[in-house]
């Protein structure tokens, strides 16, 4: 693997050999994988990357979706669907966790588009 780009919090973060140690939290978004010419695509949902001293990354995710197997009709119902709970969320919680929902889809919709 040449480079790997994760979506961190910071912001997106690239990872070459040689990168020094850091640590850093994901958030939903497209991390890509690139080896020569070959450029794999997967949307993750959260977690850690791990980049260490010795040229090795592990990154730590809840979810790692390759991105052509996910539905974008799906994404935009999914989309559709947290809005509207957010919009009629009665209580804090309710209203978080929806908010929740529209965050991770809005981050799949930017995903898929581009």
Do not use: C, R, W
Not at 15 to 23: A, R, Y
Not at 82 to 104: H, P, R, W
Request: no cysteine; net charge negative; hydrophobic share 45%.
């Amino acid at each position: 693997v040449d480079m790997v780009i994760v979506p961190a919090t910071t912001g997106q973060l690239g990872v070459l050999p040689g990168h020094v140690p850091t640590i850093a939290e994901l958030k939903p978004g497209l991390m890509s994988v690139h080896d020569g010419n070959d450029v794999k695509k997967y949307f993750v949902s959260s977690g850690f990357a791990f980049i260490h001293a010795n040229s090795y990354a592990d990154i730590i995710a809840v979810e790692a979706v390759p991105i052509d197997q996910i539905d974008a009709s799906l994404v935009q119902k999914g989309l559709a669907e947290f809005t509207q709970k957010v919009n009629s969320a009665s209580t804090d919680l309710e209203k978080a966790e929806a908010q929740i929902g529209v965050d991770v889809h809005s981050a799949l919709n930017f995903a898929l588009t581009g």
